[in-house]
């Protein structure tokens, strides 16, 4: 298979010089845009017999001359004598111009990238000589490894003592062959990655914890070349973000702690590369053979070093996923690496993200060898599954041209459990995604996701769900990358239009922004995370469902407003698809929004998001609502489905407020109460994928036989009438009950469920 021939460029058929080799040839922005007449013109090639008596001219190219060819060079650095020809023709310059340039500015690179190197020789050769004159010291002051004081003489024998001498001799070699080796090989030697130090077999002190003294970690995580990072990394947690950082937790030698870090993701990244390979033996094929589940005996065999016993009441999810994205390799790990674009790439997904310290900026002004600790929260939208946080390592490597390596590891988890945080116990193993550019500017990625989490807290009715994968696995990460990518793409690709009555550009960049902060407040008022401060006031039961009411305050201009946020969700016995397609459709509104007042919604404008019907923003209004004293209220909606989920949200907005944005102006001041719905699959049936909508105007949608089930997520925002004393009564609840069950057992008759 094609696939099979691309992920070759990975794994165990990688060559091992092709990262040495391409240094020589990479590039990075400079000037380099002086030049000689004299060295790139005619009189070079005149011969040798013709006097050189004419003194040369310095010349400078043109600003405009500069750009172009230093954007001709980051495309291709060699230009053939046809390119030269054309780029000389276009520029006004001599072909000899355009070629003593290139070559001038491939110099100058040459010479950047060699001074670079000298440099980081020289940093590493003062390390080395910063870590001998520590083992000398400690040689020369030896400590009791029980109590930690002086070693007395003669408790330590001259065998043993020899043994210690040559251990700290062969860990320093040991440290320069793994330097060099990724620094000639770009990886570190494989059988590193498989080392694990049992120190409870020896009597030498190979592993190295906090204060480098020997410490086991509550999870029992054994790490590549003794990497023990002690209660800060698997115990009692830092509080972060606080005082103590990430390079603070483990030790007082920054360089030793740097080191450990390293280890962690070179270790971490071979496993990620190993579970990537296709038609691996790691992985078993299920049902129709769209599925694919962990093999864990032949996980077992390969001797990961992150797999340890479990902690009482977790469970393990993994998953992997292979698609195409409208995106670029090195856009996408330019995301990745973004904070802040991350999130935005992913805003169903992640609550809060944000960047604790950065390890390493890479090497040559590149993403290759990025290394940063991040924290991130992650959401299903459903009040029934707990927010999950992570504290973890992200590390990126470029292995080819047009590969990327990212790779994630947690190196904090725990502290999720404790003082009664709201948060989902979990640790992250070794999961990540293999970038390879493929032509015409896409890019195919294959994305691993490895967990273990707390079963315990997550609802009854989503166990099968989160059990599957879908609903935080390698599917969901995929299925949102393709449906943001093509909806990037789309507002993108937008041409202005002399049509009066369309929407600007500038107009749809504003509506969609608006209708993405609304849907971020609808889904912090589903899951309580620390991105937005609410208080649980309520939890009670709708049927078989719990419901969750929270509050937060809001100010309206001077005066002070309570929000009241409430949410449920349940089982539907009827497929994503005819849920979707219903909820979706204007004229059917009537049928289950008791805000509407009976009467049908009419599209006053579209904006698409998406090719897959559905994925768009809409701007509602009530057919008759000209001449009733409606016509300033409108519905602004947003709605997007993919095959791992669908969500409508809407929200009643002023018509003055809309007509600003719509003329592309500042949509920050708009005010906002959303409600909505999320749909997601039940974990029981793989007939829950939206392809694209069905509703052919009749009414039926969906199969009449299609028995699959989905689950219903239905939240609402209010002001709160009587916000001075901000207490929740036995009255508000009754109406917000009311109004959650009544517009659950609506879409049931709708839909013809008992």
Same mark, same amino acid.
Not at 639 to 654: K, N
């Given at each position: ?505 500038? *107009?749809?960049?504003? !509506? $969609?922004? &608006?209708?993405?902060?609304?849907? @971020?407040?609808?889904? +912090?008022? %589903?899951?309580? =995370? ?98 009733? *004293?409606?016509?300033? !209220? $409108?519905? &602004?909606?947003?709605?997007?489905? @993919?095959?791992?989920? +669908?969500? %409508?949200?809407? =929200? ?103």
């Amino acid at each position: 298979m094609e696939r099979n021939g691309q992920m070759g460029l990975i794994g165990e058929s990688f060559e091992a010089g092709l990262i040495g080799r391409m240094r020589e040839d990479e590039y990075e922005s400079r000037s380099g845009s002086d030049n000689f007449d004299g060295g790139s013109g005619d009189e070079l090639d005149a011969g040798d017999d013709q006097p050189r008596s004419k003194k040369k001219k310095y010349h400078r190219h043109s600003p405009q001359q500069i750009q172009e060819l230093e954007n001709f060079f980051k495309e291709c650095p060699h230009p053939d004598e046809k390119q030269r020809s054309d780029l000389s023709r276009k520029l006004g310059l001599e072909i000899k111009q355009v070629k003593f340039w290139f070559q001038n500015r491939r110099t100058q690179m040459k010479t950047q990238l060699e001074r670079h190197e000298n440099m980081l020789l020289r940093q590493e050769n003062e390390k080395l000589r910063a870590e001998n004159s520590l083992m000398k010291d400690a040689m020369a002051n030896p400590t009791c490894s029980n109590c930690g004081g002086p070693a007395i003489p003669g408790q330590i024998s001259m065998e043993e003592h020899q043994i210690r001498i040559e251990n700290a001799r062969l860990k320093e070699e040991l440290g320069r062959v793994c330097t060099l080796s990724n620094k000639f090989l770009g990886r570190p030697l494989s059988a590193l990655a498989s080392m694990t130090m049992q120190t409870q077999n020896s009597g030498l002190e190979f592993g190295m914890g906090r204060n480098g003294i020997v410490g086991s970690s509550n999870f029992n995580m054994s790490l590549p070349m003794g990497f023990d990072m002690g209660d800060g990394v698997m115990g009692t947690p830092p509080p972060y973000p606080g005082s103590r950082t990430p390079m603070g937790m483990m030790g007082n030698d920054a360089h030793q702690e740097r080191s450990m870090l390293l280890e962690l993701a070179y270790a971490a990244m071979d496993e990620l590369i190993k579970m990537s390979q296709p038609d691996s033996s790691l992985w078993i094929k299920v049902s129709d053979g769209t599925k694919e589940v962990l093999n864990h005996e032949e996980y077992s065999r390969i001797g990961s070093p992150f797999n340890d016993p479990k902690p009482n009441g977790f469970v393990t999810e993994a998953s992997r996923e292979i698609g195409v994205l409208i995106i670029s390799s090195a856009d996408l790990v330019e995301t990745m690496l973004d904070v802040d674009r991350w999130s935005e790439m992913f805003p169903c997904m992640i609550a809060r993200a944000h960047t604790l310290e950065v390890i390493s900026n890479g090497t040559d002004g590149s993403r290759n060898g990025f290394m940063q600790v991040m924290q991130a929260e992650l959401q299903l939208p459903s009040p029934l599954v707990p927010v999950r946080q992570y504290t973890f390592l992200r590390y990126s490597k470029k292995h080819a041209e047009g590969v990327w390596v990212v790779v994630d590891v947690s190196i904090d988890i725990g502290r999720n459990a404790a003082n009664g945080s709201p948060f989902m116990s979990c640790r992250r193993l070794p999961s990540g995604c293999i970038l390879q550019d493929m032509p015409n500017g896409l890019c195919q990625i294959t994305l691993v996701d490895h967990s273990q989490y707390d079963e315990s807290v997550v609802h009854q009715n989503f166990r099968p769900l989160v059990n599957s994968g879908i609903a935080f696995g390698a599917h969901r990460w995929v299925a949102t990358l393709q449906r943001q990518c093509e909806s990037l793409a789309i507002v993108m690709s937008a041409a202005p239009t002399e049509d009066p009555t369309a929407v600007s550009p500038a *107009g749809k960049k504003s !509506m $969609l922004k &608006l209708a993405q902060r609304m849907s @971020d407040y609808f889904l +912090s008022g %589903i899951c309580l =995370s620390s991105a937005c401060n609410w208080d649980v006031l309520h939890i009670g039961n709708i049927g078989n469902s719990d419901m969750k009411i929270m509050s937060r305050k809001h100010m309206d201009g001077p005066v002070e407003c309570i929000v009241l946020s409430a949410s449920t969700s349940v089982w539907m016995p009827v497929s994503r698809q005819r849920v979707f397609d219903f909820l979706i459709e204007a004229r059917l509104r009537s049928e289950w929004d008791s805000l509407s007042n009976g009467e049908t919604m009419q599209e006053m404008v579209h904006i698409a998001k998406g090719q897959a019907l559905g994925n768009s923003v809409s701007i509602l209004r009530a057919s008759n609502a000209v001449g009733n *004293g409606n016509e300033d !209220m $409108l519905y &602004l909606q947003d709605s997007w489905t @993919d095959s791992s989920g +669908s969500m %409508i949200v809407y =929200s009643p907005v002023s018509l003055q407020s809309l007509n600003v944005v719509m003329g592309g102006g500042d949509s920050s001041f708009v005010a906002l109460l959303p409600s909505g719905f999320s749909i997601l699959p039940d974990g029981h049936s793989n007939s829950n994928n939206i392809v694209g909508g069905s509703s052919d105007g009749s009414g039926n949608f969906g199969g009449e036989n299609d028995n699959s089930g989905c689950l219903l997520t239905v939240g609402l925002q209010m002001l709160l009438k009587n916000p001075q004393t901000g207490k929740m009564t036995k009255e508000t609840v009754d109406t917000v009950n009311s109004l959650i069950a009544g517009t659950i057992e609506k879409v049931k008759d709708a839909l013809g469920v008992a």
